[in-house]
């Protein structure tokens, strides 16, 4: 898929980095990442097996992750302070991250397409359905959560020995290969040569620790959808793996209760990662669901 780039996007006159794959005829799909994950951590294989399915797939970089605006100037994030409720370094909230994906999609001359987010993506999804509902024909949410205290808590002790992120390229791949093993679903291989791969291309295309930390506190300065999330009428999936250490599964629970009508599906095995061997069924239980929902918008019911 050839890179390309979106500018003045949004309230904020941001540029974004995106992709995109499949008939342009096709129901679009725009896919967004996680905390400090870039468009490539979306497989290609598996938006293969999207386009595979009828549908265009779109995938972009957020602000503050790879060849998208960093917000360099902002203030140094204060995690402790913003946990304990001092958002002060909170450089913006997912509203300005939901706008920055509506602008794409101005930018891109889309009236509405069908949302697919992962993590944080899953949440910013979640907000422009919420603030910016006739935007979107279908959401759906993965290993994601509500921001509601006590569900789709995350245990980051795994993670305490990895440290910082090294500079040198090659000790960088293998910080990396580390934190996606740790992640990885323990029912399923892990591939550590893509694995590699990708790392090789995520540092190459540029890796911000700050970023990501911009983007963590904006999430925990937005605080609890779930009264948002009650308000939806849009064709909704939730898919969350049980093994899932980084967002324990009753984030996805939570969020399937909270959207009338959402479809849950929980994946045994699967934990805060694409294997590839999950690839088909996901793809077939999005695209079903764009099916529906395009169904659903030609008869006008």
């Known amino acids: 898929m050839p890179e390309l780039k979106a500018l003045n996007v949004g309230p904020s006159g941001i540029e974004i980095a995106y992709e995109r794959l499949g008939d342009p005829a096709a129901p679009p799909v725009l896919l967004i990442m996680g905390g400090g994950a870039q468009l490539i951590n979306w497989p290609e294989g598996f938006c293969q097996e999207l386009v595979d399915r009828g549908v265009q797939v779109i995938r972009f970089d957020n602000r503050d992750a790879g060849r998208s605006t960093q917000f360099s100037d902002a203030p140094v994030p204060d995690f402790a302070a913003a946990l304990a409720g001092d958002f002060s370094t909170a450089s913006y909230t997912l509203s300005d991250l939901a706008a920055d994906t509506v602008g794409l999609l101005d930018v891109l001359g889309f009236g509405s397409v069908h949302l697919v987010g992962a993590s944080m ?6 907000m422009v359905a919420i603030e910016h509902p006739d935007r979107v024909r279908s959401l759906t949410s993965m290993m994601s959560t509500t921001g509601e205290p006590g569900v789709g808590a995350a245990d980051f002790s795994a993670f305490a020995e990895l440290g910082s992120p090294p500079e040198d390229r090659e000790a960088f791949i293998e910080w990396q290969v580390r934190a996606m093993r740790i992640a990885a679903s323990p029912g399923f291989a892990f591939d550590a040569a893509a694995a590699a791969e990708r790392a090789g291309r995520i540092y190459d295309r540029g890796y911000a620790v700050l970023g990501m930390q911009r983007q963590g506190i904006a999430v925990v300065a937005t605080g609890d959808r779930t009264r948002g999330l009650r308000s939806l009428r849009v ?16 984030g996805g629970r939570a969020t399937a209760a909270a959207v009338p009508g959402a479809e849950l599906v929980v994946v045994d095995g699967m934990a805060h990662s694409l294997p590839r061997e999950l690839w088909p069924g996901l793809a077939t239980h999005i695209a079903g669901l764009v099916d529906r929902a395009e169904a659903v918008a030609v008869s006008g019911a």
């Open 121 to 126: 993506g899953g949440m910013i999804a979640q």
């Open 235 to 250: 064709p909704t999936l939730v898919v969350h793996g049980a093994a899932d250490t980084m967002c324990d599964v009753s």
